[in-house]
């Protein structure tokens, strides 16, 4: 402990010699959570002092949290003192300008996962802001979307460039106190997107982020920020990996959207943290909170997400619908093998008269692997003729897992009207046999079989992103059966 | 074709076939009678290969391979088709998708090029017409939502599509009605051919007014005990299967006067 702290004045002291701004070779701060590490995370980025207060009153309401144990996971004790709040990638003296000045290395890391970022963006027409670690490393298409005047850069420099916007939006869709992971989150994030799109501005590219952990013992806390303006429409994408390692990872992110009137966002997410090996050694944990606020009338937010990934995963994506006529939806396909653990679903909070909200979840689990789905849905006083549909589907493929569906309703307006349904089965081994019958092998059966099962999700995904899901869910359950 | 010698099977510990000798040719059609219990799906699951059916004796020989040693995926690139009793649902899949992954799957095992869509296309469009099966089927989920009949049908659709060398029609005539009972006949003769043997497995004999076997076969508690033509299942039909029983231990079952 004490020569932790030592350490890290060491390192600040050495900072303080240089100026906080000069960036140097693979920084990492030594594992510990103070508001001395806050203050040089803070400082790190250069950050005006608002922000700096902001983290540090998060950090006191988290001091004063306990971790949430209502999920229906199991958790080792996470020892926060043991994580490093802050890392950047190693580099050359300045962070590169463009993909071309990126190291090779890393490129060739994101080739291998299957993420082509140099085609990807070219090809498909997709502007990319890669996380690496904590500090971004390439931004493409930003002259493309600066002419149609939308903002799309890493929190960082959005925290420089456009103080104002992130200072009027940020908290308050997710609350530093929200919970205790978002109060850490804000506490100390490193780094995430910031995303604007101004009045009846339609993105004219789908955003996409790709995000990814590298150095040991980092816990990871992005922080995203999406503003859509009257009338505007965007489609965000989310994509994920991380490679083997054994020690468990801490990745505790707030995502935060706001839609004024008539304005659309998509949100999207593939998620495929490193899960832990098939005795359940090592994988990410992966606390995430992610809000959308439907803030003014007739607009709309969907969220999409393709969870196969991480040890643990738990993780709420939900719609506040204040706007009159406002629709919030929840598409998900959540993956548990091996031994891991999820406990996902949503939360639809009606306030405003006649909105909607529409929830598709479907849950496989394999191996030893437990999945619950948790949906809230939330009909106030005001929600006058809101409406809610939720569809809610579990399959088990083998004999050890398990699959548990906790399904809140809360009405409190009676003209609302809320619709459940509910299935769960197991790949059967009818199913399987008839397949087979056919000619057709066990591995290629399985992965068509939860393909058609998740087909009400995946065709809510953009293009090549669904052709990715599809691929991960087969590597994903290789080995589920037989 | 198919040479069945002293078959003897388990489900759950149970032995259902006991001793079970059948010889098919190609280019034979045989129907395999018996009443309920007697073991006729047992055995079309044994030759599917359907793991929980365990032989314990005997042998199952198919083109001169030891059928008993290849996986249920094997046997089918092989060219052995069932058509199910039950055919399941699998929601989200398309028909046309299925189906073509089993075509492919078995061209590829025979070393032959798979076959693309469009090539594909214009084999279902001949086959349907052959069949006289409109395209509806095509474009829904295999299975799902399909009436009794339907799923019959695409039964037979996808038999027609792998154009198996053996096939055994499990049950296939049971709980269609008259026009739907004559299409999958129609369908079923369509697919008489030299090289391809078709096994009926059926409780009644009305199946067999459209298609006619070259064999009749009685099975009852689990061996095969009575061969004959045509009108033997006739003479099931007139009879019952009560006088096959000696001692009266079959379950007692009337085909005839229902």
Request: proline residues 4%.
């Amino acid at each position: 402990m004490n020569t932790e702290n030592t350490s890290i004045e060491l390192r600040l002291e050495q900072k303080y010699r240089h100026g906080f701004v000069t960036d140097i070779e693979a920084d990492t701060v030594a594992p510990g959570l103070s508001e001395d590490v806050i203050r040089f995370i803070s400082a790190k980025k250069d950050e005006p002092d608002w922000l700096l207060d902001w983290r540090l009153e998060s950090y006191r309401y988290w001091q004063e949290m306990q971790q949430p144990n209502w999920a229906h996971l199991k958790i080792a004790p996470i020892d926060f003192q043991a994580i490093s709040y802050y890392s950047a990638p190693i580099s050359n003296k300045d962070r590169p300008q463009s993909l071309d000045e990126v190291d090779p290395k890393l490129l060739e890391t994101y080739d291998k996962l299957g993420v082509p970022l140099h085609e990807r963006a070219r090809l498909a027409g997709v502007a990319v802001d890669a996380v690496f670690d904590s500090v971004s490393v390439g931004t493409t298409f930003k002259e493309e979307l600066k002419k149609a005047g939308v903002i799309f850069c890493s929190f960082s420099e959005a925290v420089q460039d456009h103080p104002e916007l992130v200072k009027a939006y940020l908290g308050t869709v997710v609350p530093q106190r929200d919970n205790f992971f978002a109060a850490l989150n804000s506490a100390v994030f490193t780094d995430g997107s910031f995303v604007y799109i101004p009045k009846g501005v339609r993105c004219p590219m789908e955003l996409s982020t790709y995000f990814r952990i590298n150095a040991a013992e980092t816990g990871q806390f992005e922080r995203t920020l999406i503003i859509a303006e009257a009338g505007s429409h965007v489609s965000y994408l989310e994509g994920c990996t991380a490679p083997m390692r054994d020690e468990n990872q801490l990745h505790a992110a707030v995502v935060e959207l706001v839609a004024m009137e008539g304005a659309n966002i998509k949100y999207s997410t593939v998620q495929n943290w490193y899960p832990g090996d098939e005795n359940g050694v090592g994988g990410i944990y992966n606390f995430v909170t992610k809000r959308g606020m439907c803030k003014e009338d007739n607009s709309r937010i969907s969220w999409t997400q393709v969870e196969t990934g991480s040890a643990i995963t738990w993780k709420y994506p939900s719609c506040v619908l204040r706007g009159d006529n406002s629709v919030g939806e929840f598409y998900s396909v959540a993956l548990t093998n091996n031994y891991q653990q999820a406990d996902t679903g949503t939360k639809m909070i009606h306030l405003g008269k006649n909105t909607r909200s529409k929830i598709i979840s479907k849950g496989i689990s394999a191996g030893r692997g437990k999945n619950a789905y948790r949906g809230l849905v939330k009909m106030t006083r005001t929600a006058t003729d809101a409406r809610n549909f939720t569809q809610c589907d579990s399959m088990l493929i083998g004999k050890h897992c398990s699959a548990h569906t906790f399904p809140y309703i809360e009405v409190l307006n009676p003209s609302a009207k809320v619709e459940h349904e509910a299935t769960t089965s197991r790949i059967g081994e009818d199913q399987l046999f008839y397949c087979l019958q056919r000619g057709i092998s066990e591995e290629d059966a399985v992965s068509m079989i939860v393909d058609g099962f998740c087909k009400q999700v995946f065709r809510e995904l953009p293009m090549e992103f669904a052709v990715e899901a599809k691929a991960l869910l087969e590597v994903s359950l290789e080995g589920a059966v037989g | 074709m198919l040479i069945i010698n002293n078959l003897h099977a388990e489900v759950d510990g149970k032995e259902i076939l006991r001793g079970l000798d059948l010889e098919v040719a190609a280019g034979e059609v045989h129907a395999i009678m018996g009443p309920n219990g007697s073991g006729k799906s047992t055995l079309g699951n044994v030759i599917a290969g359907r793991e929980g059916y365990e032989v314990t004796q005997g042998s199952v020989s198919y083109l001169g391979k030891d059928l008993l040693e290849l996986s249920p995926e094997q046997r089918a690139c092989e060219g052995v088709f069932m058509a199910f009793q039950y055919p399941v649902e699998i929601p989200g899949v398309n028909n046309t998708y299925f189906l073509r992954a089993a075509l492919n799957a078995q061209r590829k095992y025979r070393n032959e090029e798979e076959l693309d869509s469009v090539g594909f296309l214009r084999l279902v469009r001949e086959k349907l017409e052959v069949l006289h099966i409109g395209d509806e089927l095509l474009h829904r989920a295999v299975n799902e939502g399909f009436s009794g009949g339907e799923k019959k049908r695409n039964e037979i659709f996808q038999m027609a599509v792998l154009e198996p060398k053996l096939a055994i029609l499990d049950e296939t005539d049971s709980g269609l009605d008259i026009d739907a009972l004559k299409a999958v006949a129609e369908g079923v003769n369509r697919l008489r051919s030299p090289d391809r043997a078709i096994v009926l497995i059926t409780h009644y004999q009305r199946l067999l007014e459209h298609v006619k076997p070259d064999h009749v076969h009685v099975l009852a508690r689990g061996k095969i005990v009575a061969d004959g033509g045509p009108d033997l299942a006739l003479k099931l039909e007139e009879q019952g299967y009560n006088w096959l029983e000696e001692g009266g231990i079959a379950p007692l079952q009337q085909a005839g006067s229902q």
